[in-house]
């Protein structure tokens, strides 16, 4: 081992557009947030022999590659990913936190699954190795959805805004300015594994409409890189509806999403609709940003009047920025 303990930390993520066709290998637009998770590492003082352990939410779990418990058998499956990186020669003792909702289409399990990555990477290498970090990410993001693009794990680990298309990987994308969203919470936490599998069951119903709903949805992510490019973030709201409205041809959307996006529009969002699998999770709405809310002289008076909304229909939630990549 290099390093008698280690640090790692990784961002929470949004998917501004392209959840779903990303699975298909159309590409998508996502953006770290400043919300995230951080990890600690340190060698057990404990026999060679004895298990590894991850500290998590208050739980105690070891690292069991056979275990019934998705995150012992994922905490296995990241200590000793299948490329072969190497597993830590001794027992391992990792605390990680995350101030993500579980389930929230916010990238927490990609978050963690980073943070802890690095936490043990420091301990093993001598240097992070981010492929490495990826590669034992990934192999965490299988256990819980079998099927990942791998765009969660991408955010959490680059954070900034993303063109991401599976296989390919992420592009930064260059940006007049950084931007301001609400996040808002649905009440309901969802799997991303049953949301993926309900889409893929409707694809092989309906493949024409849902390829074609795909397809839309292609266009609208580089439209809404060009939006971006141009700094008009009027036209990216409007992308980021049209997106919504597709979601909800797909079935992944919900009616207390439906509400979440009507209020945001209500109180002045350019525009807003689902983040990440749908079918409960999280809102984003995009407002003017925090620099041009500042210069009207006020703190981002959009962004109050949403949450405002949202708390008067007993929804909760919260203001974060995507700070440039
Ligand atoms: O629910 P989340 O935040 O894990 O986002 C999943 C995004 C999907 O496109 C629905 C699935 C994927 O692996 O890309």
Not at 40 to 68: C, D, E, F, K, Y
């Amino acid at each position: 081992m290099s390093a008698a303990t280690a640090t790692g930390r990784a961002h929470g993520k949004v998917i501004l557009l392209g959840e779903h066709a990303v699975v298909y290998g159309r590409p998508a637009l996502a953006a770290g947030i400043d919300r995230g998770a951080r990890a600690t590492s340190l060698v057990a003082a404990t026999a060679p022999a004895a298990l590894s352990t991850l500290t998590l939410a208050g739980r105690t779990i070891p690292a069991n590659a056979t275990s019934q418990d998705d995150l012992s058998r994922a905490f296995a499956a990241l200590l000793a990913p299948p490329d072969g990186s190497a597993p830590p020669a001794q027992p391992v003792v990792v605390e990680a936190s995350s101030d993500l909702p579980p389930g929230g289409g916010l990238g927490s399990s990609a978050a963690l699954a980073v943070a802890i990555a690095r936490a043990i990477e420091g301990l093993v290498a001598t240097s992070v190795s981010e492929p490495r970090v990826a590669a034992r990410a990934t192999a965490w993001e299988r256990i819980f959805h079998g099927n990942p693009s791998g765009i969660d794990t991408t955010a959490a680990a680059r954070g900034g805004c993303l063109r991401f298309t599976r296989g390919a990987g992420a592009v930064p994308v260059t940006r007049a300015r950084d931007l301001t969203l609400c996040i808002g919470w649905s009440g309901a936490s969802s799997s991303t594994r049953a949301m993926v599998d309900g889409v893929a069951l409707l694809r092989e119903r309906e493949p024409e409409r849902v390829n074609e709903a795909f397809d839309a949805i292609a266009g609208l992510v580089e439209d809404a890189i060009a939006a971006l490019d141009a700094g008009d973030l009027r036209a990216l709201g409007e992308r980021m509806d049209q997106n919504q409205t597709l979601l909800r041809g797909l079935g992944v959307s919900t009616e207390a999403i439906e509400r979440l996006c009507e209020a945001a529009r209500g109180a002045g969002a350019f525009g807003a609709k689902l983040t990440g699998a749908g079918g409960g999770g999280s809102v984003l709405a995009l407002v003017p940003s925090l620099d041009e809310e500042r210069e009207r002289g006020a703190m981002h008076p959009t962004a109050t009047a949403i949450l405002e909304a949202w708390r008067r229909d007993g929804l909760d939630g919260f203001v974060t920025r995507v700070a440039r990549a």
